[in-house]
Nanobody, 121 residues
Framework: QVQLVESGGGLVQAGGSLRLSCAASGLTFNSYVMGWFRQAPEKERDIVALSWSGGGTYYADSVKGRFTVSRDNSKSTIYLQMNSLKPEDTAVYYC???????????????WGQGTQVTVSS
């Protein structure tokens, strides 16, 4: 059984910071691409950031320079450090995993339950 468990969401003022965590189990963590996606009300689920072995990362243009994805293979955990948060960052944030690099939600095999991030203005 594969499980992805997210934590760290909450309410923050514009300009503030949050750090999300995703703890994975039931998979060979270092062999998987881990992704962060988000879904705002009335919008499609979109990519936020990716992390893969060797230190490779990808960021959506909307978060580049503000968000940082990192992973700790020894803990089977990935993180999303979110700085300079904006109201438009408000969404449910999801952790996802698959065995290779991909950029679309429908290509991912495993998903966490999601954690709500709300940025007030």
């Amino acid at each position: 059984q594969v499980q992805l468990v997210e934590s760290g969401g909450g309410l923050v003022q514009a300009g503030g910071s949050l750090r999300l965590s995703c703890a994975a189990s039931g998979l060979t963590f270092n062999s998987y691409v881990m992704g962060w996606f988000r879904q705002a009300p009335e919008k499609e689920r979109d990519i936020v950031a990716l992390s893969w072995s060797g230190g490779g990362t990808y960021y959506a243009d909307s978060v580049k320079g503000r968000f940082t994805v990192s992973r700790d293979n020894s803990k089977s955990t990935i993180y999303l450090q979110m700085n300079s948060l904006k109201p438009e960052d408000t969404a449910v944030y999801y952790c996802a995993a698959r065995p290779g690099i991909a950029f679309h939600p429908w290509e991912y095999d495993y998903w966490g339950q999601g954690t709500q991030v709300t940025v007030s203005s």
